[in-house]
């Protein structure tokens, strides 16, 4: 079957460095997408890896391994804005997202 | 508009009776997608379509239907709700062939739906 593991909630500092990640298993692969989502509202776009590396946003940064079936979001110099939950999401064979259950990341001042 | 809308915003719903969700985008994006969001599991996608004229069935399909008669539109209905259909709606929609690199989908806001 298909799978999409991410942690299900992380604490972090105001200020601090937090990295979530994801590992996957399904039928192909044709990218990997992060999304992040405040509570009560829709999910927003916030990055998509395809092939192996670091791809860099600002503050934001995702990595993939194709061959470990891995991904982390890394989010830097966090700001209490940052609080909410962060959704990864694969693309398959048939090129639809399957996704994780999303990993609610709480801000501490 | 601009974006994707969804209408209503949240719903109290009777089993048995019926409805309709509605979505419609602005983006002229060929394909549209209706997901539902429980607490701790991923977005789940119930039907989707490429392109006007076309449907398909999702995850989790049963109970469900939609039409894609245009390429602004995209209604999911539910012909007799039942409480297991308790759950926030997403429409996205996604422009496969704009060419470009990744095949984003933008969501609507959403409908809140609770069937007593």
């Known amino acids: 079957g298909q799978n999409i593991d991410q942690p299900t909630e992380m604490t972090a500092t105001e200020g601090a460095i937090v990295q979530i990640n994801c590992t996957y298993q399904?039928?192909?692969?044709?990218?990997l997408f992060w999304y992040q989502q405040h509570a009560g509202e829709a999910p927003t776009f916030l990055s998509y890896n395809v092939l192996d590396g670091l791809e860099e946003k600002g503050r934001f940064s995702s990595f993939l391994s194709r061959s470990k079936g891995y991904s982390y979001l890394l989010l830097k110099e966090l700001q209490m804005k940052d609080s909410a939950s962060y959704l990864c999401a694969v693309m398959d064979s048939n090129y639809q997202l399957i996704w994780g259950a999303g990993t609610k990341l709480i801000i501490k001042p | 508009i601009a974006g994707i809308t969804q209408a209503p915003t949240s719903q109290i719903l009777a089993a048995g009776r019926r409805m309709t969700l509605r979505c419609t985008q602005d983006?002229?994006?060929?394909?549209m997608y209706w997901y539902r969001q429980d607490l701790g599991l991923g977005l789940r996608l119930i039907h989707y379509?490429?392109?006007?004229?076309?449907?398909g069935k999702g995850e989790v399909p049963d109970g469900y239907s939609v039409s894609r008669a245009n390429t602004d539109d995209f209604p999911l209905t539910l012909a007799s709700a039942v409480p297991s259909q308790t759950s926030v709606y997403f429409c996205a929609s996604s422009d496969p062939t704009s060419g470009g690199d990744y095949n984003e989908q933008f969501f609507g806001p959403g409908t809140r739906l609770t069937v007593l």
């Open positions: 379509s490429n392109t006007a004229g076309t449907t």
């Open positions: 983006m002229r994006h060929n394909a």
């Open positions: 399904t039928s192909g692969f044709n990218g």
